[in-house]
C-alpha cells in the first residue's frame, strides 16, 4: 500500500492533487460527476469582500495548446460564500482551501476576518496574483516589498494555514517566493496565468473583451516546472505546483521538480476526472516502482 | 443529472459541403435530456484543439436512446468532428444547460431560425409534434439561410407536416432579407403573435434583433444563445451574457448554466 499522503505544516492531505483555484467553482458543479472525496484537496473560486460581477464579455478565448481568461474574479462575495457555499463543500473529506482576493490590502484583512468564524476551513491561498483586475490582485504579488506588506498583515490577523499563489510576471519569482516565506507563509503556489493576448487579424479586434487576459493550459507547463524548480532550490517551505498539468505523467514531473503538491486546473475543463485519473496514475506508479511514500519522490530530479 | 463518459458514434451524415449530422447512442443522456439542452463533446486527446465543443441537442430519439447533433465545419475542432467515422467512442459531457420552457395551453407556437440555429430548433419541433402532441399546422415555422442552397432539414419539417416560411438573403428562396425582417411582418400581420410562446436561434446579430423586437412588442421569446464555454458545467464563469433581469442593475448570468436558454426581454447583446 503506497501512502500518498502529504503533510505541509499542520495539514495533512490524503493525496497530493488538489483543484485550482477558479476552474472548480465552489465544488458544486462537478460533485455530479465524481467523488469529490478523491481529492487531495479543493481550492474555491476567489472570494472578495462584496459580491463582484466580473469583467465583459467575451471573457475567454482558446489559444494553440491552451486558452486565455479574463474574468475578472466574479464571485458571490464572502458573507454568501460563507452561508450558500461552505456549508457544501464540508459535505465532503477532502481539504477545503479558500482562495482570497482584494483590490486593496485592507479588503484581504476583512475577508479573512469574517472567515475566521467560519467552520470547515483547513487553509486559505492568498491571490496576489490574478492578472484580470485593475486594482491589486497581481500588483501586490508584483514586488518582493508589497507580498511581503500583504502575506504579514494576513499572517498577523488569522491562524489559519497560508498558501500565497505567486504570478509568473515577475522578473524574478524567487525573491517573491522568499518575501512571502519570510513573512510566515506555509506554503507557496504557483504560477497563476501568464499575461497573454489573440487578436482576430480579420476583424482587427481583439478575442477578449478586456484585451489582454491570462494564459493557462498545456501551453504554459515548461514555464511552470521551471518556476517551480527555481522556487523549490530556494525556500524552506512546501511549494504546490500549478500550471497545465493534464494526466499523471505532468503530476510526476512537477513533484520531482520540487512541488510537494500539485493543482490541476484548466484540464478539469477538458476532462473533468482529470484530478482523479491523476490520483489513481500515482499509486499505479507508486506501486510499480515500489515507492512507499509520495513525498519520496519530491524534488528528486537528478542533473 | 450530468455525465462524462464515452458513447459511440452510430451515424454520421454529410448534409451539404460544410454541414454534418452526427448520431450518438447515450442512453444515459436521452434520458435526462430535454430540448434546448446541449453537449460538450471533446473532439480528440491532443491538447489542440484544447477545450470541448458545445452542440445543440438536434434530434432526440427516446426509444432508440440515441440523439442527433446537427454543425457547420467553422474551425479545427468541428473540423476533427467531421472526420469521425461510425463505430469511434467520443468523450461526451451532457445534457447540459436550462432547455427551453414549454408552456402549457393551445397557444400557437413560433419558431424562428437562421442559419445553424435550426439545430435546438428542430428538436424542439419533433418535442412539440411528437411529445406535447400540438398539431404541425398550429406551428409557425420562419428559418432564414443566405442562399437557396443553404436549407437543411426541410425535409424532417414536412415529414413532421410543418408548414415552413423561408426568407434568403439574397431572395433566391421566399421572402428576400432577413428572418428577422419576416418575422417583424408577421408580427404586425397576424394578431396571434403576440400571444404566441416564440423560440429562437441564430447567429448573434439576430439574436440582438429578436431580443430588440421582443422588448419592443413586449413577446415571450425564448433565445437559445451560444458561446465559447471553457467548462459547460457553471463552474468558470467564462460564458457569461449581460442581462437586466429585474429591471435594476445589468448582472451576469452563464450561458452554460443558466441559459443557453434565455427570455429574449432580460438579454442585453451588443
Request: hydrophobic share 40%; proline share 6%; aromatic share 6%.
Amino acid at each position: 500500500m503506497t501512502d500518498l499522503s502529504v503533510r505541509v505544516g499542520k495539514t495533512t492531505f490524503k493525496n497530493p492533487v488538489l483543484v485550482a483555484s477558479g476552474t472548480f467553482g465552489y465544488g458544486e458543479e462537478y460533485s455530479e460527476l465524481f467523488d469529490l472525496n478523491q481529492l487531495g484537496g479543493i481550492v474555491t473560486k476567489s472570494i472578495t469582500l462584496n459580491p463582484r460581477e466580473g469583467n465583459p464579455p467575451p471573457r475567454t478565448c482558446e489559444t494553440p495548446s491552451g486558452m486565455l481568461n479574463s474574468i475578472g474574479l466574479a464571485n458571490v462575495g464572502v458573507d454568501r460564500f460563507i452561508q450558500e457555499k461552505i456549508p457544501f463543500l464540508n459535505k465532503f473529506n477532502t481539504n477545503i482551501i479558500i482562495n482570497v482576493a482584494g483590490s486593496t490590502p485592507e479588503e484581504y484583512l476583512r475577508v479573512v476576518e469574517k472567515l475566521n468564524h467560519a467552520q470547515g476551513i483547513d487553509m486559505l491561498e492568498i491571490n496576489i496574483s490574478c492578472p484580470n483586475v485593475k486594482e491589486g490582485g497581481m500588483a501586490f504579488g508584483s514586488d518582493p516589498e508589497s507580498a511581503h506588506r500583504c502575506t504579514s498583515s494576513i499572517r498577523k490577523v488569522t491562524n489559519y494555514p497560508l498558501m500565497v499563489k505567486l504570478t509568473p510576471n515577475v522578473k524574478d519569482i524567487v525573491e517573491i517566493a522568499q518575501a512571502v516565506e519570510d513573512s510566515g507563509a506555509d506554503c507557496i503556489s504557483l504560477i497563476n496565468t501568464l499575461v497573454g493576448m489573440a487578436i482576430d487579424f480579420r476583424i482587427k479586434k481583439p478575442l477578449l473583451k478586456t484585451v489582454t487576459g491570462g494564459l493557462s493550459g498545456p501551453a504554459i507547463k515548461p514555464v511552470a516546472l521551471a518556476m517551480v524548480w527555481k522556487v523549490s532550490q530556494k525556500v524552506k517551505i512546501p511549494v504546490v505546483g500549478i500550471g497545465g498539468i493534464t494526466n499523471t505523467q505532468d503530476a510526476l514531473e512537477f513533484l520531482l521538480a520540487g512541488a510537494s503538491l500539485i493543482q490541476v486546473g484548466t484540464s478539469n475543463f477538458v476532462d473533468p476526472q482529470t484530478s482523479v485519473r491523476i490520483i489513481e496514475g500515482l499509486k499505479d506508479y507508486c506501486e510499480k516502482n515500489e515507492i512507499k511514500r509520495v513525498m519520496e519522490i519530491v524534488g528528486k530530479l537528478e542533473n | 443529472m450530468v455525465f462524462q463518459k464515452k458513447f459511440e458514434l452510430i451515424s454520421s451524415q454529410k448534409l451539404s459541403e460544410k454541414i454534418f449530422r452526427l448520431g450518438f447512442f447515450a442512453p444515459e443522456i436521452v434520458k435526462n435530456a430535454c430540448p434546448g439542452n446541449f453537449v460538450h463533446i471533446r473532439v480528440g486527446d491532443k491538447s489542440s484543439p484544447l477545450l470541448r465543443r458545445a452542440f445543440s441537442i438536434f434530434d432526440l430519439d427516446l426509444k432508440k436512446d440515441c440523439f442527433d447533433i446537427l454543425f457547420k465545419v467553422v474551425g479545427p475542432g468541428t473540423e476533427i468532428l467531421s472526420r469521425k467515422s461510425t463505430g469511434e467512442n467520443l468523450d461526451l459531457l451532457g445534457p447540459l444547460g436550462n432547455g427551453f420552457e414549454i408552456p402549457k395551453g393551445d397557444r400557437s407556437p413560433v419558431l424562428v431560425a437562421g442559419g445553424m440555429g435550426i439545430a435546438p430548433l428542430m428538436s424542439l419541433a419533433f418535442y412539440l409534434v411528437k411529445n406535447q402532441k400540438i398539431k404541425p399546422e398550429k406551428i409557425s415555422f420562419l428559418y432564414g439561410e443566405r442562399i437557396k442552397g443553404g436549407f437543411v432539414c426541410l425535409e424532417d419539417l414536412k415529414e413532421l407536416g410543418i408548414k415552413t416560411l423561408l426568407a434568403t438573403e439574397d431572395g433566391s428562396e421566399g421572402f428576400e432579407g432577413m428572418v428577422t425582417e419576416l418575422f417583424l411582418r408577421k408580427v404586425k400581420e397576424t394578431s396571434f403573435v403576440k400571444d404566441s410562446p416564440i423560440f429562437s436561434c441564430g447567429p448573434h446579430p439576430m439574436m440582438k434583433t429578436m431580443s430588440e423586437l421582443s422588448k419592443k412588442h413586449n413577446l415571450f421569446c425564448q433565445l437559445s444563445l451560444e458561446s465559447h464555454m471553457p467548462c459547460g458545467l457553471g463552474a468558470c464563469w467564462g460564458c457569461v451574457v449581460k442581462t437586466n433581469r429585474d429591471g435594476g442593475e445589468p448582472d451576469y448570468k452563464r450561458i452554460c448554466k443558466d441559459g443557453p436558454i434565455f427570455d429574449a426581454r432580460e438579454v442585453e447583446l451588443d
